[in-house]
C-alpha cells in the first residue's frame, strides 16, 4: 500500500463530491423519474443549466425555431415576451432603443436568421459593417494555449486534448472499455455466462482478469507492479495521477470530468453504491472503484501514445507542448476539430504529414490573418440580417460605430439567454391562463347535495382526465392523494419470490407485506411448467439457434404472428395458459408467535422437499410430514449424525428418509449441512426469521395511524357508502420503460396493493371505532373498496369481491358509469396519439386496449408527458378547469390544517416527486441526447438494469424520444412546475421556510409557485426577478383582460 | 515491337498499375470537379480500348501478377484517404488491377468499361458537387450530411454500394467471374481487395453522413434536375447489371 | 480512573444521504465500531432541519459517533476535512475515557 490512511479518506470524499453532480440511476424495473440536474439544486435554476451546459454538454434550451412553433400556436404572449425582454435589458444593462423591437423581431419573425460560419455576400454593406466592427468582439486567438493549458485538467481531461491535437482515439477507446466493464460486472441477473469472481468486489475481481491481459499489463511498468501487490483502488488512483502530474489540487476536477464521462453508469454505480440490494451484497461495486480502473486505462492506453508522440503526454510534458510548438499545437487543433478555414485543409494536411515542421509560422500566420477575417466577415453577414429585420438598408448604412458595436453586445449577450426568456415568457403565458381558468372555475361552482360515492385517485395528471369525466357521469366526488396512500412498505411476493418498495425512492419503507398466489391444482400446473421449462431452457441456450431452428422455429414464429398480426385476439388466450391470473392474498396484519412459527415451518418444509428433490431425485410428493418433521429438527438441533458402531464403521441411515431410500449416513449428513449452510434452515436462521416477521405487517397502532393521515390528508370529513381506492398502473408489451409509466409514487410500481392495504384498515370495525375517539366518523354502512385504473386502455376494475350485499346495485350503477367514465378518457386521449384518429369512442376504447398488447407500439400512451402544473387543494375550485391531463392534483383543505402541518407534508413528499417528474420531461425534451436516452428503436436491454443504445454505449438515462417527442418536434412542453397552493399566504407560507428542500426549490426556482389566498381574494407568485411575492388580486381575472 | 512496347506502356499508365500509377495519381491529383471525371473517363475509356485490342498474353500473365498486388496495395490505400478526390483516383487504381486480371482470363474488355464507369461517373459528379459548394472535399470538413442533405445522402450511399459492387451492380457480376476462373491464391488476394474496398466505402460513408452537422454552413442540396439524372444512371447500371447476370458473358 | 483508556471521542452529524458513505469510510480505516444517532433536529448554516420528516429520508440529519485513539481521530479529521467543507453538516472531536 503506498497510500497513507487520511489519504484514502481525502480520495474517497473527493470521489464522493466529484459525482454529486451526477444523478442516481434506479434500475429501469422500478423506473423512478428524477430530476437529472438534482445535484445542482442547491444553485439558481439558471445557473444549474449554464453548469450542465459545460459539464454534461447538453442544450440549455430548445432552438428558436421551436419555440417560434409554440408561439405560433397562442403558447407564448407577446405581451409576457417583451416583458421579459424588457427584464433582461435592465439585468444586463442593455438599454438602446432599437433593441427591444429587435429582439422581437429576432425572436419571432425571423428564419433561419443565426450566426453562419459561411458567407454568402447578400448585400454591399456587410463590408462596411466588418470595418466598424470593434477588434474585443472577435475572437483574439493569441491566447489559445495558454488557455489550453489552463483547461487542461480542469475542464479536459489529459487524453481530450490528445485527442483533439493528434486525432487519436483515446477517449472513444477508454469510453468502450469501461462500458463493458461496467456491464460485465454490474449486471443483475439477464446474462447466462456470469463474469467470474465478482464475490471479491469490482477491483479485485477486475483485477485478476487484466492481469492476465496481454495487451493491458505489462510488467515493464511501475504502475502494472503496483496493481499486482496492492488490493486498495486508493493505490491506482494515487499512482496514475502521480504519474500523469496531476497536482493535488486539481484532483477534485479531473475526477468529476473522468466520471462525467459515462454519467449513466456513473449514475447507476452512485445507487448501487449506496443501495441494500441482494447484487450489491453479493456483488459489491464502489464509485472509486471504477474510477481506479477508469484511471489504469486511461494511463495504459496513454502510454501506447508515447511511440507516435515522442513523448509521455503527462499534463507537465503536454503543457510544455502546446506552449513550445504554438503554431503547430493550434493548427493541429483546428484541424481535427473541424474548425479549420475550408480553403486550408490541403495545406495544413500536407505540412501535418511532412517531416519538417519549419514552415509552421508561416502557414499559422496566414491563417490566423485570414481567420480573422473571415470572423469579421461572418459577423458582419449575421449581424446585417439581423439589423434588416428591423433597418431600412439607408438606415444601416448610416448606423454608427458606437452604436453597431453596442448592438452587437447586446446580440451576444441576448444569444445566451435567449433560451431563458422564451422559457419565463411561456410559463408566464401558462400561469396566467390556469389563474383564470381558477377564478372562472370559482365562479361557477354549483352545490354538490350529496354524492354516491367517493373516489381516491393518485395525484398522477393521468387521473385528471378520468376524475373530470367521472363527476360528469354522475354525483361522484374524487380526491387525489400521493399513490401509495401514505402507506410505505416493502411488498414481498412469496410465491414468485420477488419484492419491491411501494413508496416514494426517497423513503425506505420500515414494513413489509406479504403477498401469496393460490396454488393451482397440479395437474395443468405441471404440464404447463414443463412447457414454460423447456421453451426457457431453449431460449437461454448457446446452441439452440445452431440446432433447433428449423424444427422448432415455427412454434416461435405461431407466437410472432399471433402477437403481430392480431394482437387483441391472441394476448388473452397466451395469457391464460402462461400466466393465468390468480387470487392474490395479502398479510397485512402482524403474525403472532404461533403463526410466525407455522409459516416458517411451513417454509422449512418446502425448502426441504426441494432439495431432497434436487440432491437425490426423489419426487416431493411421496415425502410426508413425518419424514420432513424429521429432517427439519435435525436441522435446527445442533447435533449431527454420524454414528458410528464399536467397530468404528458407520451406519447407514439413522433418519427415515434415509430407511425408506437406503441412503448412506455420510449422505444424510451431508443433506443437513446442506441446509443449515447453504438454505438457512438452522437455529440461529429461525431467530432472524422470526425476528422479520415480526415486522410484517401493521399493528394495530399503525393502522390507526395511516388510515387517520390518509383521512386528514385529504380533509375527508362526510362519508359516503362506497369510498373507491383507486390505484393505477399501465400495462404494455416489449417495453423496457413500462415502469416509467406506472406509479412514481410507489417507485414505478403498480399502487394496487397499497390501495387493497388502506381499503382493509379502513374497513376494519375495531379501527373506525379507534377513529370516532379522534374525531373522524365513517358510517357502518360505509365500505372501501380497492381499485386498479389501468392507464393505458383506461379501464377501471373494482375488487369487490367481498363487498355487502346492500351495496350490491349502487356498485352496479358506479361500474356502469366507471365505463363510460373510461371511454371517454380513452377518447380524449387517442386524439392526442399519432394514428390513433377514431370517429367513435367505442372505438377509441378500443384502440387504447389494443395499446396494451401491441409489442410493437413504442408509444402504448403519452404517459406523463406535457405535465406542466401542480394543484394542492380542493378539488370543489378546479372541477371546473379543463385540465387536458397536465396537472397533478392533491386534495387539501386549509381550514383543518391551521399549522401546516399536513401542508409540509404533501410539499415534502408528493411535491418533491412531482419535481422529479416534471424536472426529468423537461430536461429529457430539452436534449435528448444529454439528457434523454433517444429513440426506442435502438435500445438494447443491458443486464437486467436499463437500456444502451445500439451495441454498445454509455447507460442510458432519461426518457427515450417516443415518450416527449412526436415527430422529432417536441410534444412536451418544457415548463417548470406551476404549483399552486390553496392556503392562506400569512400564515402558511412559514411552511415553505421550514424544510429545507423546498425553500431551495422555491427560492431556486425549480418550481414556478403559486398561493390561492381565498381569503385575500387574490394570488401571491413567487417573482424571481425581484425575490419578492407578487400580490394578484382575482378581480384582474374576473373581466376576461390580462395584467396591464 | 517498339508499337506493342508504347502500347504497353500507354496502357500501364492509362489502367494505372503501381508504379506506372505514381505518375498517372500525380497527374489526375492537378484536376478538379467535373474536369476530373472526364480526364479519368478518357483515361479509362483509351485504355480499355487499347487493352482489348491487346494480344500478347505472356505480357498480360506478367502483368496481372503485379495487378494483383497494385489492387491490394491500392485498396489498403483508399483506408486512409482523407480527402474524396483522391478517394476517386485510388478506387480508379484499384480497378485497374481488376481490368488486367479481367483481361488475362480473356474478359471483354466492353464489358467491364461499362460495369464500371457508370459507378464511377456517379460517384464522381457527387464528389464535384461536393467541391463546387464548399470548395473542399476533405472529410474532417463535414460531418453529419445525412441530417442537412438528404438527397445528397441516399445518393452518395447508393453511390458508394455501386462503387464496392454489390450484387446486381454490374461490377459485381466481373468480381465473380474473376473469382471463379482464377486459382486459390489470386481467389484470396482478389477477395481481400474486395473487402478492403468494401470497408474503405462504409468507411466514408460514416465519416461524411453519419452523426450532427457542426459546423453551421449554408447546406443546399441536390437540385431536383441533378437528381433525376444521378438515379436514372443508377437504374440503369443496375438493369445492366441484371442483364449480365442472365446473361452469359464468355 | 485506572481503568480507564484516554481516548478521543469523533461525533459527525451530517445529511442523511451520506450515512452510508462515510461509515463504509470507517470500516475501510479499520474503524469497526461506531453508534448511529437518527432524526435529529436543528438549524445549521443551510437552513432548518425538521426532525422527522414522514416522506423523506434523504433530507433528514444523522449523528455518527464513535470512540478512536488520538492517530486515528487525527487522521479522521484531516481525510474529512473536504467532506466537511463541501456538504453541511459537523464534526466535534472532545476528549474522552473509554473502559
Same mark, same amino acid.
Given at each position: 500500500m503506498i497510500v497513507k490512511e487520511k489519504d484514502i479518506l481525502f480520495i474517497d470524499s473527493l470521489v464522493e463530491s466529484a459525482v454529486e453532480h451526477i444523478p442516481n440511476f434506479w434500475p429501469m424495473k422500478s423506473f423512478i423519474h428524477h430530476n437529472p440536474l438534482h445535484g445542482f439544486e442547491n444553485m439558481h435554476f439558471e445557473e444549474a443549466v449554464n453548469k450542465a451546459h459545460t459539464l454534461f454538454h447538453a442544450k440549455k434550451s430548445l432552438t428558436r425555431e421551436q419555440y417560434q412553433r409554440f408561439y405560433q400556436e397562442g403558447k407564448i404572449e407577446d405581451m409576457y415576451l417583451r416583458e421579459e425582454l424588457e427584464n433582461f435589458g435592465t439585468k444586463c444593462g442593455h438599454t438602446h432603443p432599437l433593441l427591444e423591437n429587435l429582439f422581437i423581431q429576432l425572436m419571432t $419573425?425571423? @428564419?433561419?436568421c443565426h450566426h453562419f460560419d459561411e458567407i454568402t455576400n447578400v448585400s454591399p454593406l456587410i463590408p462596411q459593417i466588418a470595418k466598424n466592427l470593434s477588434p474585443e468582439s472577435l475572437n483574439d486567438y493569441a491566447d489559445f494555449n495558454a488557455n489550453l493549458v489552463k483547461h487542461l485538467a480542469k475542464e479536459k481531461t489529459i487524453y481530450d486534448v490528445v485527442d483533439m491535437l493528434f486525432a487519436t482515439n483515446v477517449g472513444e477507446a477508454l469510453d468502450d472499455i469501461m462500458s463493458q466493464i461496467a456491464m460485465r460486472f454490474l449486471g443483475e441477473g439477464q446474462a447466462i455466462w456470469n463474469m467470474p469472481k465478482r464475490e471479491k468486489g469490482m477491483f479485485l475481481s477486475w483485477k485478476e482478469i487484466v492481469m492476465q491481459d496481454k495487451v493491458f499489463f505489462n510488467e515493464n511498468e511501475t504502475l502494472c507492479r503496483l496493481l499486482r501487490e496492492t488490493a486498495l483502488a486508493e493505490d491506482i488512483i494515487f499512482m496514475v495521477l502521480k504519474e500523469l502530474k496531476i497536482p493535488r489540487s486539481f484532483w477534485e476536477e479531473y475526477f468529476t470530468l473522468e466520471l462525467t464521462k459515462l454519467h449513466g453508469w456513473s449514475g447507476f454505480l452512485k445507487y448501487r453504491s449506496k443501495s441494500s440490494s441482494e447484487y450489491q451484497k453479493k456483488y459489491p461495486a464502489f464509485m472509486e472503484e471504477f474510477l481506479a480502473i477508469r484511471l489504469y486505462y486511461s494511463y495504459m492506453l496513454l502510454k501506447k501514445q508515447e511511440n507516435s508522440l515522442g513523448f509521455f503526454p503527462s499534463m507537465k510534458e503536454l503543457g510544455s507542448y502546446i506552449m513550445n510548438n504554438k503554431e503547430e499545437a493550434f493548427l493541429r487543433a483546428e484541424y481535427n476539430s473541424g474548425k479549420l478555414l475550408l480553403s486550408y485543409f490541403q495545406s495544413v494536411e500536407n505540412f501535418l504529414h511532412e517531416? %519538417? $515542421?519549419?514552415d509552421a509560422k508561416e502557414i499559422y500566420d496566414q491563417y490566423i490573418y485570414d481567420k480573422k477575417i473571415h470572423d469579421c466577415e461572418v459577423l458582419a453577414e449575421y449581424l446585417y440580417k439581423v439589423l434588416s429585420l428591423v433597418l431600412k438598408e439607408e438606415q444601416i448604412q448610416t448606423l454608427q460605430a458606437q452604436e453597431l458595436n453596442a448592438i452587437n453586445a447586446a446580440l451576444q449577450d441576448f444569444e445566451d439567454e435567449e433560451g431563458f426568456i422564451w422559457l419565463k415568457a411561456m410559463e408566464k403565458t401558462s400561469m396566467m391562463q390556469l389563474m383564470s381558468d381558477y377564478v372562472q372555475s370559482k365562479k361557477t361552482q354549483e352545490q354538490v347535495n350529496s354524492s354516491d360515492a367517493q373516489l381516491f385517485f393518485c395525484i398522477d395528471t393521468r387521473s385528471e382526465r378520468i376524475r373530470r369525466n367521472i363527476e360528469a357521469a354522475g354525483a361522484y366526488e374524487t380526491y387525489g392523494m400521493a399513490g401509495f396512500f401514505g402507506i410505505p412498505f416493502k411488498s414481498i411476493d412469496v410465491s414468485n419470490r420477488c419484492e419491491s418498495d411501494l413508496c416514494p425512492a426517497i423513503l425506505t419503507p420500515k414494513h413489509i407485506v406479504y403477498s401469496f398466489h393460490e396454488k393451482e391444482a397440479i395437474n395443468s400446473k405441471g404440464l404447463m411448467k414443463i412447457v414454460k421449462k423447456v421453451l426457457n431452457e431453449l431460449k437461454y441456450n448457446v446452441l439452440t439457434p445452431y440446432v433447433t431452428v428449423e424444427a422448432i422455429g415455427a412454434l416461435f414464429a405461431f407466437d410472432f404472428f399471433g402477437k403481430s398480426l392480431v394482437p387483441k385476439a391472441y394476448m388473452p388466450l397466451r395469457k391464460k395458459i402462461f400466466d393465468p391470473k390468480v387470487e392474490e392474498e395479502l398479510r397485512i396484519e402482524r403474525y403472532t408467535e404461533k403463526e410466525a412459527t407455522e409459516s416458517i415451518t411451513a417454509i422449512q418444509n418446502q425448502i426441504i422437499k426441494f432439495v431432497i428433490e434436487e440432491k437425490f431425485n426423489i419426487k416431493p410428493s411421496s415425502l410426508d410430514d413425518e419424514i420432513l418433521n424429521e429432517i427439519r429438527e435435525i436441522a435446527l438441533? $445442533?447435533?449431527?449424525?454420524v454414528q458410528e458402531d464399536q467397530d468404528g464403521v458407520a451406519i447407514d441411515s439413522v433418519t427415515k428418509l434415509g430407511a425408506k431410500y437406503n441412503l448412506l449416513q455420510i449422505e444424510e449428513q451431508r443433506l443437513i449441512e446442506l441446509l443449515r449452510k447453504e438454505? $438457512?434452515?438452522s437455529a440461529g436462521h429461525m431467530r432472524i426469521q422470526k425476528a422479520k416477521m415480526a415486522k410484517v405487517g401493521f399493528s394495530f397502532k399503525e393502522q390507526l395511524y395511516y388510515v387517520q393521515s390518509a383521512l386528514k390528508t385529504v380533509g375527508l370529513k362526510s362519508f359516503c357508502d362506497i369510498v373507491v381506492l383507486s390505484a393505477h398502473a399501465s400495462q404494455s408489451e416489449n417495453n423496457p420503460y413500462e415502469s416509467a409509466l406506472d406509479c412514481g409514487a410507489c417507485g414505478g410500481s403498480s399502487s394496487l396493493i397499497n390501495a387493497k392495504v388502506l381499503a382493509y384498515m379502513a374497513n376494519k370495525q375495531n379501527i373506525r371505532e379507534e377513529l370516532h375517539k379522534h374525531g373522524i366518523h365513517i358510517p357502518e354502512q360505509t365500505y372501501f373498496i380497492a381499485a386498479l385504473h389501468n392507464t393505458t386502455s383506461d379501464v377501471l376494475t373494482l375488487f369487490d369481491a367481498h363487498a355487502p350485499h346492500s351495496h350490491h346495485e349502487a356498485l352496479k350503477k358506479l361500474k356502469a358509469d366507471l365505463e363510460l367514465a373510461g371511454m371517454l378518457t380513452a377518447a380524449e386521449r387517442m386524439a392526442t396519439l399519432p394514428l390513433s384518429n377514431t370517429r367513435s369512442k367505442q372505438g377509441a376504447f378500443s384502440l387504447a386496449k389494443r395499446n396494451t398488447m401491441d409489442?410493437? %407500439?413504442? @408509444?402504448?400512451e403519452w404517459g406523463l408527458s406535457k405535465n406542466h402544473s401542480f394543484f394542492i387543494g380542493k378539488r370543489e375550485n378546479s372541477k371546473n378547469m379543463n385540465l387536458a391531463g397536465r396537472t397533478f392534483l392533491h386534495s387539501y383543505d386549509y381550514t383543518g390544517d391551521k399549522k401546516g402541518a399536513i401542508l409540509s407534508v404533501i410539499l415534502s413528499g408528493p411535491l418533491v416527486v412531482g419535481e422529479w417528474i416534471n424536472m426529468e420531461h423537461f430536461f429529457s425534451t430539452l436534449d435528448n441526447s444529454a439528457f434523454g436516452s433517444e429513440s426506442k428503436v435502438y435500445h438494447n436491454v443491458v443486464g437486467k438494469l436499463g437500456v444502451i443504445s445500439g451495441n454498445m454505449s454509455d447507460l442510458r438515462t432519461g426518457l427515450p424520444s417516443q415518450t416527449v417527442n412526436l415527430e422529432n418536434e417536441p410534444y412536451h412542453e418544457p415548463l417548470r412546475l406551476i404549483t399552486m397552493i390553496e392556503a392562506p399566504f400569512e400564515t402558511h407560507k412559514n411552511v415553505i421556510d421550514k424544510i429545507h428542500k423546498i425553500s431551495e426549490l422555491v427560492y431556486n426556482e425549480w418550481i414556478k409557485t403559486i398561493f390561492i389566498d381565498e381569503k385575500e381574494t387574490a394570488f401571491f407568485l413567487y417573482e424571481g426577478n425581484t425575490q419578492t411575492w407578487e400580490k394578484l388580486e382575482f378581480k384582474t381575472f374576473t373581466q376576461g383582460e390580462n395584467r396591464a | 515491337m517498339l508499337e506493342e512496347l508504347l502500347t504497353t506502356l500507354a496502357v500501364l499508365f492509362l489502367l494505372p498499375i503501381f508504379p506506372f500509377s505514381m505518375l498517372s495519381n500525380f497527374i489526375l491529383s492537378k484536376f478538379k470537379g467535373l474536369m476530373l471525371l472526364f480526364v479519368l473517363s478518357s483515361m479509362f475509356f483509351t485504355g480499355a480500348l487499347l487493352l482489348s485490342s491487346y494480344e500478347n498474353q505472356t505480357v498480360i500473365v506478367a502483368i496481372s501478377v503485379v495487378a494483383l498486388f497494385s489492387t491490394m496495395f491500392y485498396a489498403l490505400r483508399l483506408l486512409s484517404v482523407s480527402h474524396a478526390y483522391s478517394y476517386l483516383i485510388f478506387y480508379y487504381s484499384t480497378i485497374s488491377g481488376f481490368a488486367w486480371l479481367w483481361k488475362s482470363v480473356d474478359g471483354e474488355m466492353s464489358v467491364f468499361f461499362i460495369a464500371f464507369i457508370l459507378p464511377i461517373i456517379g460517384f464522381g459528379f457527387l464528389v464535384a458537387f461536393l467541391d463546387k459548394q464548399f470548395k473542399t472535399t476533405y472529410f474532417k470538413a463535414f460531418k453529419g450530411l445525412g441530417n442537412v442533405m438528404p438527397r445528397f445522402s441516399v445518393l452518395l450511399v447508393i453511390s458508394i454500394v455501386a462503387l464496392i459492387f454489390t450484387p446486381y451492380f454490374p461490377g459485381f457480376r466481373i468480381f465473380i467471374e474473376e473469382v471463379v476462373k482464377f486459382d486459390i491464391y489470386y481467389l484470396i488476394a482478389i477477395v481481400i481487395s474486395w473487402l478492403l474496398i468494401s470497408w474503405s466505402g462504409i468507411t466514408l460513408i460514416e465519416k461524411l453522413i453519419y452523426g450532427v452537422a457542426q459546423r453551421k454552413l449554408h447546406y443546399r442540396d441536390l437540385s431536383p434536375l441533378q437528381t433525376i439524372f444521378l438515379v436514372f444512371l443508377y437504374l440503369l447500371s443496375v438493369g445492366i447489371g441484371f442483364i449480365f447476370m442472365e446473361v452469359n458473358l464468355g | 480512573m485506572r481503568n480507564l483508556k484516554k481516548m478521543k471521542k469523533v461525533e459527525m452529524i451530517i445529511e442523511g444521504e451520506f450515512l452510508a458513505h462515510l461509515t463504509r469510510l470507517l470500516e475501510k480505516i479499520e474503524i469497526q465500531g461506531y453508534t448511529i444517532f437518527r432524526n435529529l433536529e436543528g438549524r445549521g448554516n443551510a437552513g432548518y432541519h425538521e426532525g422527522q420528516l414522514l416522506f423523506n429520508d434523504e433530507d433528514a440529519l444523522v449523528m455518527i459517533m464513535t470512540v478512536v485513539d488520538e492517530a486515528k481521530a487525527e487522521t479522521i479529521s484531516e481525510g474529512l476535512a473536504l467532506f466537511f467543507e463541501k456538504h453541511s453538516g459537523v464534526m466535534f472531536i472532545t476528549d474522552t475515557h473509554m473502559m
Open positions: $419573425k425571423s @428564419r433561419e517531416t %519538417q $515542421k519549419t438441533s $445442533k447435533e449431527d449424525i438454505y $438457512k434452515v409489442w410493437s %407500439q413504442p @408509444r402504448p | - | -
